[in-house]
C-alpha cells in the first residue's frame, strides 16, 4: 500500500494531501506555496484560526480548491545536524499525519518530502525516516489506507525506490531469520 511517484502534489485526487508547513501554519514558500496557492484563500483563513502547530504535531484543514478533500499540516524539523531530536521529530511528522487521516477515514495519502527542502533535512535521510515510519505504521495498524510518496523529481523518486527495496529486503532477512 505504499506507492512512490513523481508529480505535483497539489494535483492529487486522494483524500489528504499532506503540507510541509511551519509552525505558524501560515504558508511559506516551497510545497508550503504551492497548497496555498493552489487551494485558494480560504485555505489561510481556516489556518488562521488553528493558531499555529508544533513541529513534529499535525493539524487537519480542507482542502477548498485543490482537488483532494483535506489537508493536513505538519512542520517538520529544521535540520542542525541530526543529534538535536531531528530523526524522532520527522518520524512523529509521518505517524501523527496518518492517525490524524485514519480519525478522518481517509483511505488515500499523499506525502510530499517533508523538512527535505527549505529545513535542510539530508534527502536520503529524510526519504528513509518517511518510509520507514509508513511502512511499520501501515504493518502495526493493518491499515486500509493507500500512502503516496510524491517525489517532485526523478532523482528523488529513484531514491525513494532504492530506500524501500532495502527496507523490505532487510523485513524479509528478519523474518527469515525469526523462521530460522
Ligand atoms: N509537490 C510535491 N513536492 C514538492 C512540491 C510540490 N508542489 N514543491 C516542493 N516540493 P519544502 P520543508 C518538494 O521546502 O523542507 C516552507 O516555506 C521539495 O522539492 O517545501 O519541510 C514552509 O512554510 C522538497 O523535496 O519543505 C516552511 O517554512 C519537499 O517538497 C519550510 O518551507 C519539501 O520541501 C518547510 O521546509
Known sequence: ?????????????????????????????GVDGAIHRAAGPELLEECRALKGCKTGQAKITRGYQLPAEYVIHTPGPIYQDGT?????????????????ARDFHCKTIAFPCISAGVYGYPMQDAATIALSTVYTYLADTKANMIVYHVCFNKETEALYRTVLANIMSKQSDSKQSRKC
Do not use: F, M
Open 84 to 100: 538535536h531530536g531531528e530523526p524522532e521529530l520527522l518520524a512523529h511528522c509521518y505517524r501523527n499525519s496518518l492517525i490524524l
Open 1 to 29: 500500500n505504499i506507492k512512490i511517484i513523481c508529480a505535483d502534489i497539489t494535483t492529487l485526487k486522494v483524500d489528504a494531501i499532506v503540507n510541509a508547513a511551519n509552525t505558524t501554519l501560515l504558508g511559506g514558500g
